[in-house]
């Protein structure tokens, strides 16, 4: 009895230790291209932004886990392409759609809330309040949308005007927008000011004041993703929600 006490009391000591060791669940992942606040360049070496402090965040909440893959730039399509078949891990705040629960895992509380605007041009007198406003505009009135994006399927969904979303970036649209092979642009916000800061469209795109829709984003986690890793991921997310992390650092980006 006394050798087997003995054996359980030096257990104690090198069990932790032993854990302590052991080599982190690496999750890959990606920084998702024009998709400011989540990933912001910040000089050309290094990506920063509100998915990046979550990630860090989420890493000293268990050190256990690890992301790979943060300092690499993709575009949104290829980082879902790569999150459904298995090569990607997780992904940082995405917005489920009907179609991206069917491919994904979500997972943990939501991180923050999006609300979706018009752009046009500076020069453009249009005023939108509605979605019927849009509607009256006519078929020539083309939208503007980022191919693969979730505003997509909410242009679609709404119907009764052209859309083209045949460009993958922010970037590319706003172009088409100033060049006026589009009347609008359907994006996201937070983030809008710095998306024409950064692309030099601020003086000559604006934003429209009218909130057209809202969701929220969270993590989302390959299939292939473990279910216990899944559950240490959505554990750190939910303790940072308690106690106010996630919200401080949206404050921080926002």
Same mark, same amino acid.
């Given at each position: 009895m006394d050798s087997i006490r003995a054996v359980l009391l030096g257990a104690a000591f090198w069990l932790p230790a032993l854990a302590a060791a052991a080599p982190p669940v690496l999750l890959r992942t990606a920084a998702q291209e024009g998709s400011e606040p989540k990933f912001i360049a910040d000089g050309k070496d290094r990506i920063v932004g509100l998915c990046t402090d979550i990630m860090r965040a989420v890493e000293q909440s268990d050190p256990g886990l690890r992301f790979v893959g943060d300092q690499q730039w993709k575009p949104l399509i290829r980082v879902l392409a790569e999150l459904a078949n298995g090569t990607e891990d997780v992904s940082c705040a995405i917005q489920p759609t009907p179609e991206r629960e069917k491919l994904f895992n979500f997972i943990g509380p939501a991180l923050y809330a999006i609300d979706y605007h018009f752009l046009a041009r500076s020069d453009d007198n249009i005023v939108v309040n509605n979605w019927d406003d849009v509607r009256k505009l006519g078929p020539g009135a083309v939208v503007l949308v980022n191919r693969g994006y979730a505003a997509g399927e909410i242009l679609t969904a709404m119907g009764g005007f052209t859309v083209?979303? @045949?460009?993958?970036? !922010? *970037?590319?649209?706003?172009? $088409?927008?100033?060049? &006026? +092979? &589009? =009347?609008? #642009?359907?994006?996201?916000?937070? &983030? /809008?000011? =710095?998306?024409?800061?950064?692309?030099?469209? !601020?003086?000559?795109? $604006?934003?429209?004041?009218?909130?057209?829709?809202?969701? $929220? /984003? #969270?993590? !989302?986690? @390959?299939?292939?993703?473990?279910? *216990?890793? =899944?559950? +240490?991921?959505? !554990?750190?997310?939910?303790?940072? *929600?308690? $106690?106010?992390?996630? *919200? =401080?650092?949206m404050h921080k980006w926002d």
């Open positions: 083209d979303a @045949s460009s993958p970036r !922010a *970037e590319l649209n706003l172009q $088409k927008l100033v060049a &006026g +092979r &589009g =009347r609008l #642009y359907f994006h996201r916000a937070p &983030g /809008l000011n =710095r998306l024409l800061q950064r692309t030099g469209t !601020a003086g000559q795109v $604006k934003i429209l004041p009218q909130v057209m829709a809202s969701a $929220k /984003l #969270y993590f !989302a986690a @390959s299939k292939q993703l473990d279910r *216990e890793t =899944r559950d +240490r991921v959505a !554990a750190a997310l939910f303790s940072l *929600e308690k $106690k106010g992390e996630l *919200e =401080r650092l």
